[in-house]
């Protein structure tokens, strides 16, 4: 008896080691490398991301400067399946929603007032240590705008 009862413990031991260590890959402070990225002309950068875990939630807050120079704050709770969730901050936007596609990858869509703004991709080095963040985003007068932004973990 003893010994099922020392392996029951050994093995929800690992369990418990392998749930701590299977964190996601997006959490974490991501700088931008500004000389890896790709911004059109006119278009704002977003220079620190911060992914963190709330709750069963995550939450997204992004810093940076809009394309009229001004310094731009967003932040976004909510899970990553897919629905949109509510976005603070972002005048082009109120709604944002990341779907995992696979461990490493997430695609991204942003809506203002019900109508798609900005769509992408995220994509995390399979070493953990860059965030590449491809997207194409439509202003209010209907212009497109694409941008890759390459971010390293801090």
């Known amino acids: 008896m003893k010994i099922k009862t020392r392996l029951l413990t050994l093995a929800a031991l690992f369990g418990v080691v392998a749930v701590c260590f299977a964190a996601d890959v997006n959490i974490g402070t991501w700088k931008l490398n500004e000389t890896k990225s790709k911004v059109s002309p006119g278009a704002?950068?977003?220079?620190?991301?911060?992914?963190?875990?709330?709750?069963?939630?995550?939450?997204?807050?992004?810093?940076?400067?809009?394309?009229?120079?001004?310094?731009?704050?967003?932040?976004?709770?909510?899970?990553?399946?897919?629905?949109?969730?509510?976005?603070?901050?972002?005048?082009?936007s109120d709604m944002r929603a990341y779907k995992p596609v696979n461990d490493h990858s997430l695609a991204i869509a942003e809506k203002k007032a019900g109508k798609t703004t900005?769509?992408?991709?995220?994509?995390?080095?399979?070493?953990?240590?860059?965030?590449?963040?491809?997207?194409?985003?439509?202003?209010?007068?209907?212009k497109k705008t694409s941008v890759t932004f390459v971010y390293d973990k801090q």
């Open 44 to 92: 704002g950068k977003n220079s620190k991301v911060v992914v963190a875990a709330a709750g069963d939630s995550m939450k997204v807050t992004v810093d940076g400067v809009g394309a009229d120079g001004k310094p731009t704050h967003n932040e976004w709770t909510g899970k990553f399946d897919g629905k949109d969730y509510p976005l603070s901050g972002d005048p082009a």
């Open 118 to 142: 900005t769509t992408g991709n995220i994509v995390i080095s399979a070493d953990g240590k860059t965030r590449t963040v491809t997207a194409s985003v439509t202003d209010a007068t209907g």
